[in-house]
């Protein structure tokens, strides 16, 4: 099954306000991962990723967490936007494979 | 530049029937990777393809398969639709093989196939 998973489907945000979407994965073999947006209509798009030998990672408004402890990931959007709305999708790939394995998604909407 | 490309954009077939898809990699990439996502699911691999070779499978049957060309361009074909095959085909490019290194995997558009 999965390994993949997200704790919350849908996630409802205020413009401005800052987004957290979370992610948790069960497999320790897993040395990378990326958040994806997928709006409607559209591949994924990639956002931002992180290396297992790190615990965070930031870019334009968006920061990537790893707890490996906890096996969790999370991305948090700063300053939400209307143009933030869309699926996201956390991704993780295993030790010596290529290919990627993602969650199920969780929808944000960003309310103006 | 132009990214991933993929076509046709939508399809519709019917049960029983064959569908090959198309996908054209960035200029330089040379590994092309298939997923499948069902409305409502993320994206679950199929296939992955490097210098013209398979070098990874996801847990699909035999009625799927692909190939990659000299040019680095590559068809993904089903055989035998069944209704379940409906999805969105999604097909992605890499400079290298991702998994000798961290390297991005850039999704084109996707190909909407619906199987009546």
């Known amino acids: 099954g999965e390994s993949v998973g997200l704790h919350l489907p849908t996630l409802s945000v205020q413009e401005g306000d800052n987004s957290i979407i979370n992610c948790a994965y069960s497999?320790?073999?897993?040395?990378?991962f990326i958040w994806y947006k997928q709006e409607s209509g559209k591949g994924p798009q990639f956002i931002i990723d992180?290396?297992?030998?790190?615990d965070k990672r930031q870019g334009q408004r968006v920061t990537v967490l790893l707890n490996k402890t906890v096996k969790h990931l999370s991305l948090q959007i700063a300053a939400t936007q209307p143009g933030d709305s869309a699926v996201y999708f956390c991704?993780?790939?295993?030790?010596?494979?290529?290919?990627?394995?993602f969650g199920k998604g969780t929808k944000l909407s960003v309310k103006p | 530049d132009a990214g991933v490309t993929q076509s046709p954009t939508h399809l519709i077939k019917t049960r029983g029937q064959q569908v090959t898809l198309r996908c054209s990699p960035i200029?330089?990439?040379?590994?092309v990777s298939w997923y499948q996502q069902v409305l409502g699911q993320g994206p679950q691999f199929i296939f992955q393809?490097?210098?013209?070779?398979?070098?990874g499978r996801g847990n699909f049957p035999d009625r799927f398969s692909a190939r990659q060309f000299p040019n680095y361009s590559s068809e993904l074909n089903v055989n035998a639709l069944l209704l379940g095959d409906s999805a969105l085909y999604l097909c992605?490019?890499?400079?290298?093989?991702?998994?000798?290194?961290?390297?991005?995997?850039?999704f084109g558009p996707g190909t909407r196939l619906t199987v009546l």
């Open positions: 991704a993780e790939k295993r030790r010596g494979q290529g290919n990627l394995i």
């Open positions: 497999n320790s073999a897993s040395d990378y």
């Open positions: 200029s330089g990439h040379k590994s």
């Open positions: 393809y490097y210098e013209k070779e398979e070098r």
């Open positions: 992180i290396r297992s030998n790190m």
């Open positions: 992605a490019s890499s400079i290298r093989l991702a998994g000798s290194s961290y390297n991005e995997q850039f």
